[in-house]
């Protein structure tokens, strides 16, 4: 797959689609890689007349890694946070950084603007964009994210320990076994969520492909670290589209309601049966809720 420079970084990429259509720009989520998408959701999206693009996130992937850089623990930059510190310059980077990433990459590909979701921590980086780079957003979609509002309801303990499991060996099959676990936890109900094969598949395709603990960890410091964005929200003006799980243990739906409400005129769909993951068979009906909001919101 191509790569391209951009924000000083080198972010692998794909693109799906034609290439004169508007692109849409899809942000993946915590320790995610761009190959986690599926195929038939991406070839949806291009058959709604957009140029699907994917990426890998900095430190994930085969982007740009920050080899160098040591992130501080969590339970301390945690502990800095209830002191009253600002920890922003504490952790290497923030996700002001990845959404600077984004939208540098949306001018790298030839863009003026695009379409932005984001799935979880993409989400978030997705209203930093907008928030950040307003120029370069035509419309907005946070799937399965949240406000940043610290009072809103947190993860389940179960949830907030699937997220953070590591292996004791980091052999594949021992990545896939974790990864079927916590996707038990956080996932879609049953007969929605993906087979523990198809998870287990999914996991060693990741791991054979890039594996970067010291990333992930980075990557959490990033989410801990960032300042607070939800008195912001009100600032973005672009169509939004909110899009959540009724039954996410991870990011529960009122963090998804909460960006709704601040967003001035968003929409929100809450999807039954659907958790915290991206199975196959979630995608028929996420399309049938974003291919109406792009077509309604054409550029021009």
């Keep these: 797959m191509p790569r391209i420079k951009a924000n000083g970084i080198e972010i692998e990429y794909r693109e799906i689609g034609n290439p004169d259509d508007p692109m ?33 996130n900095r430190d994930i992937g085969l982007s740009t890694e920050f080899t160098n850089e040591i992130p501080p623990a969590p339970g301390d930059i945690i502990k800095g946070l209830s002191e009253g510190k600002d920890m922003s310059k504490e952790v290497p980077y923030l996700l002001d950084d990845m959404a600077a990433d984004a939208a540098a990459l949306i001018t790298a590909l030839g863009a003026d603007k695009a379409d932005v979701m984001g799935n979880s921590m993409g989400g978030m980086i997705g209203q930093l964009i907008a928030l950040n780079h307003p120029e370069k957003v035509r419309t907005l979609i946070p799937v399965m994210t949240t406000s940043g509002e610290p009072s809103l309801p947190r993860s389940t303990p179960e949830a907030q320990k699937a997220l953070t499991a590591q292996p004791e060996m980091r052999t594949a099959d021992a990545v896939a076994e974790i990864s079927v676990a916590s996707r038990r936890v956080i996932g879609s109900a049953d007969g929605v969520r993906n087979s523990d094969e198809e998870t287990a598949e999914s996991a060693r395709a990741s791991f054979n492909r890039s ?4 990333g992930v960890a980075r990557q959490y410091a990033a989410i801990l670290a960032q300042p607070r964005w939800h008195e912001r929200l009100s600032t973005i003006s672009v169509p939004t589209l909110v899009l959540h799980g009724a039954i996410d243990p991870l990011i529960l739906p009122a963090c998804g309601e909460d960006i709704a409400k601040r967003v001035p005129g968003a929409k929100l769909e809450i999807i039954e049966k659907w958790g915290h993951d991206m199975p196959k068979a979630m995608v028929q009906p996420l399309l049938d809720k974003i291919v109406p909001f792009l077509k309604a919101n054409e550029p021009g």
């Design 211 to 214: 594996d970067r603990p010291m």
């Design 24 to 56: 849409l720009l899809l942000v993946s989520g915590f320790s995610t890689q761009m190959i986690s998408w599926p195929e038939s959701y991406l070839e949806g999206l291009a058959a709604a007349g957009r140029r699907v693009v994917i990426f890998d």
